[in-house]
């Protein structure tokens, strides 16, 4: 907290005092919910059910009739007994088994024996364990189950008499005006957006609630017009952000229609903003970049939503409003974080990556950011989001933002803040000599360090050749520190697949690619090295791979080029011994 501002440290004050205001006030309408009338308008039958367009496993439904809940890299085995009586292994865990969603692997199997199973488990917490257990009447997990009630109501009403259909109507009942009651407790960003859109779903869906519908349509565009902005991209600067919420406004935008309801403009809009971002964001191999809690790339979720797009326009290449670039040429992709840090109460997922890039060729990733697996985040989530699991420049091993770690802002926040990171991001792009060119600079370095980093990558049209320069400035009016004081470590990690050999001239790294492709790395300055990192978003979980590691001292070697080629060493040293010689004179 010592590094942070007087309006920083203000301001995450108030965002502590908020969030502990917020819990208090879902902890009381959760103490009230049992005692409130049901609406004064009936809720007593369900008018539609909105399509679940997440991917599911009828094998799944074979594990959870045996008892097996699987979640979250975490398996529970009950033995006869409730899944809710169980110990949680996890929090996500907890989240997952009292979010339903699991209900539609059970949906998948359509069989008796599947659905009296869903019935059962539905009727289990309804009955015994809804009034217990906080967790599951944390506004985010409320909005999640019920949306999987709304989802799953064919599969667990399709067998239930009128006494447990009225039931079933009465707790869902229950459960939306909590939701409306709790909404500003509600954790900001996607958890936030997906109370609102499960509100309006309960609107549209349920017979009697006519008179939530408009306020439920504006506030719904009023979340979208505040987090979705004018480039597609989500205000968190999450990847997998736009994915989460595509996932339920797609839905959204059926059930309007099939209730003879025009969708509002700003949710068709919003939609068509966001999907080109989805491919603004894929390498090659169809995996997304990993910036700012980007995990494992869920393919067969990204397979469904684009079904949806009817434009399948091309990406764009400046998303200057989500703070990214991407550059192709001829198969080969570069992308580019250039974006300040999201707003501090979106910010628990964000990373310290400024001025970090991918680099892909063909279906071939070759450097990457570290990214975060997609069970156990909580193990390596600090890591995770550290400058240095980033392929960019680290001083003296410090982060270029301060992650909030403390257990009463985590407790409050749902998760660690990044605060305090670059105040001005400046990007620039330019085409130049057969080369796309982005300028950037970035002061998260300044207030600590009196330095500024600035970063050029130049990838040619022909995409053989990322040519790449980082210099450090001092800072305007800034005073350096004493000498010794400002080591870099320039980092490139490599995806796992990449073979990576120093060779004996000390500033070349040959790459070998799986497809035999071979690119070369090299700099005439610094001290190259290779050391160990791992790749965390691995479909399999975390791996071990290679980062390229160029280390000086701002001081005596302000400036760095580098270059990544796909071209042989000795063609490489060729190459370069050409460009040092001066030419004879005829």
């Known amino acids: ?152 109501s064919p599969l667990i009403l399709h067998d239930a008499d009128m006494r447990f259909y009225r039931k079933f109507l009465r707790s869902l ?70 994915i989460e919420i595509l996932f339920d406004l797609l839905p959204l935008r059926q059930v309007y229609t099939a209730r003879n309801l025009a969708p509002p403009p700003a949710l068709l809009n919003a939609i068509d903003r966001m999907m080109p971002m989805l491919r603004f964001f894929r390498h090659g191999d169809g995996n997304f970049a990993l910036f700012n809690g980007m995990g494992p790339t869920p393919h067969d979720a990204l397979t469904t939503i684009l079904a949806y797009d009817d434009a399948r326009g091309a990406p764009v290449a400046n998303a200057a409003y989500s703070g990214y670039q991407r550059v192709e040429a001829e198969g080969t992709v570069l992308l580019m974080e250039t974006g300040a840090p999201p707003p501090l109460e979106m910010s628990q997922e ?36 550290a400058t240095a699991a980033h392929a960019t420049v680290v001083f003296n091993d410090t982060s270029s933002a301060h992650i909030v770690e403390t257990q009463l802002v985590r407790s409050l926040m749902r998760g660690a803040p990044l605060i305090g990171g670059p105040k001005k991001v400046d990007v620039s792009r330019a085409e130049q000599d057969d080369a796309i060119v982005l300028t950037t600079s970035h002061d998260g370095y300044a207030d600590r360090f009196g330095i500024v980093h600035q970063r050029t990558l130049a990838l040619a049209a022909d995409g053989r050749s990322l040519q790449g320069r980082d210099i450090f400035v001092p800072d305007i009016g800034a005073s350096l520190p004493e000498a010794g004081a400002l080591a870099y470590d320039i980092r490139f990690h490599l995806h796992p697949l990449v073979k990576a050999t120093r060779l004996t001239d000390g500033d070349t790294v040959m790459l070998v690619l799986p497809n035999r492709d071979v690119w070369t790395f090299e700099t005439g300055q610094g001290q190259v090295a290779l050391e160990e990192s791992v790749h965390l978003a691995g479909l399999e979980g975390p791996r071990r791979t290679t980062q390229i590691v160029v280390s000086g001292d ?33």
């Open 173 to 242: 009942a229950r459960q939306v005006r909590y939701l409306r009651r709790s909404l500003p407790a509600t954790p900001d960003g996607v958890p936030r957006f997906q109370a609102v859109i499960a509100l309006a779903s309960a609107a549209l869906c349920m017979s009697g609630q006519s008179r939530h519908i408009k306020r439920a349509t504006r506030r719904l565009v009023q979340e979208i017009e505040r987090q979705i902005l004018p480039d597609g991209g989500h205000i968190s600067r999450n990847p997998n952000a736009v």
């Open 1 to 152: 907290m010592s590094r942070l501002s007087a309006a920083e440290r203000v301001n995450l004050s108030w965002l502590v005092v908020r969030g502990a205001l917020n819990r208090l006030v879902a902890s009381l309408a959760r103490r009230q919910i049992f005692y409130w009338p049901l609406f004064s308008a009936k809720a007593d039958r369900l008018v539609i059910a909105p399509q679940d367009l997440r991917t599911a496993d009828a094998t799944r439904a074979t594990e959870i009739y045996a008892g097996r809940f699987a979640f979250a890299g975490k398996t529970v085995t009950c033995d006869a007994r409730s899944p809710f009586d169980m110990v949680a292994p996890s929090d996500e865990w907890a989240e997952t088994l009292l979010g339903f969603g699991w209900l539609r692997h059970l949906r998948a199997a359509e069989s008796g024996i599947t659905r009296a199973n869903a019935l059962a488990l539905v009727n289990e917490w309804m009955s015994i364990r809804s009034r217990s257990d906080p967790v599951a009447w944390r506004p985010d997990v409320v909005a999640r189950r019920i949306m999987s009630f709304l989802c799953q």
């Open 350 to 385: 964000a990373h310290a990556g400024c001025l970090s890039f991918e680099l892909s060729a063909r279906s071939q990733r070759i450097v990457v950011n570290c990214g975060l697996p997609s069970s156990g985040r909580d193990n390596w989530r600090q890591v995770a989001r």
């Open 554 to 586: 701002a001081r005596t070697n302000p400036d760095v080029r580098w270059s990544l080629s796909n071209v042989p060493p000795s063609e490489a040293r060729a190459r370069r011994r050409q460009e040092e010689e001066p030419e004879l004179p005829l």
